[in-house]
């Protein structure tokens, strides 16, 4: 619930996130959202000029932070890059768990509105999908992977598909079995690498254990 010391604006945000992402953003009036901020429906409209502004501030919300949880699973996880990437599977399973848990805010808001393409949510939902793609891209490069952008789309479809398939099923095992399937994805494309690459590589981990 937010703080009635926080600033106005960062009430309405988290007000907003918390219904939008429990109850969706077409179920989720403007009312609703100032009253649980506890503010009138003029201070929010003071902030955010439409209700499809305040849509788009409760993704922004949610980019950095989701980025940065990623990042920090697979810095966290012991083992090489196959094992970081599948732990990021791994935790969001654990996530998934959660009864409250909802799957991810952008691809929901992004089927309900569908229908409406220029939609400044669907853009930031874009950017964050894509950022994450090329923190992938960039991940994979480094180690000398031959086709980064093909295997980071790769595993980020793997990821999305399975917050769909979890959402459905309510079974985070789904997750853990995209998982592993990116770890074998990313193991093959390591294999590819040639001997002398591979061999820095080695050279490298011991360096640095």
Same mark, same amino acid.
């Given at each position: 619930m937010p703080r009635p010391s926080e600033p106005a604006r960062e009430r309405i945000i988290q007000a907003a996130s918390a219904l939008f992402y429990n109850e !969706?953003?077409?179920?989720? $009036?403007?009312?609703?959202? &100032? &009253?649980?901020? !506890? %503010?009138?429906? /003029?201070? %929010? +409209? +003071?902030?955010?000029? $439409?209700?499809d502004n305040l849509v788009a501030a409760y993704l922004a919300a949610r980019d950095q932070p989701n980025l940065a949880l990623f990042r920090k699973w697979f810095a966290e996880a012991d083992g090489g890059l196959p094992v970081k990437v599948e732990a990021i599977f791994r935790n969001l399973a654990l996530s998934a768990r959660h009864p409250k848990w909802k799957g991810c805010g952008f691809l /929901?808001? $992004?089927?309900?509105?569908?229908?409406?393409? !220029? =939609?400044? &949510?669907?853009?930031? !939902?874009?950017? =964050?999908?894509?950022?994450?793609?090329?923190? %992938?891209? &960039?991940?994979?490069a480094a180690e000398g992977i031959a086709d980064p952008l093909r295997l980071a789309r790769q595993t980020l479809l793997l990821l999305d598909g399975s917050f769909a398939v979890v959402l459905l099923h309510r079974d985070a095992s789904y997750m853990e079995t995209a998982g592993e399937a990116a770890r074998s994805l990313i193991e093959a494309a390591l294999a590819k690498q040639s001997p002398s690459l591979r061999a820095k590589r080695s050279n490298l981990s011991r360096h640095n254990r």
């Open positions: !969706g953003i077409r179920r989720v $009036s403007v009312d609703e959202v &100032a &009253a649980k901020a !506890g %503010l009138t429906k /003029r201070t %929010l +409209y +003071y902030h955010f000029r $439409s209700k /929901r808001t $992004s089927a309900e509105l569908a229908n409406m393409p !220029g =939609h400044p &949510a669907i853009k930031i !939902g874009a950017a =964050h999908k894509k950022k994450f793609e090329d923190w %992938l891209r &960039a991940t994979f």
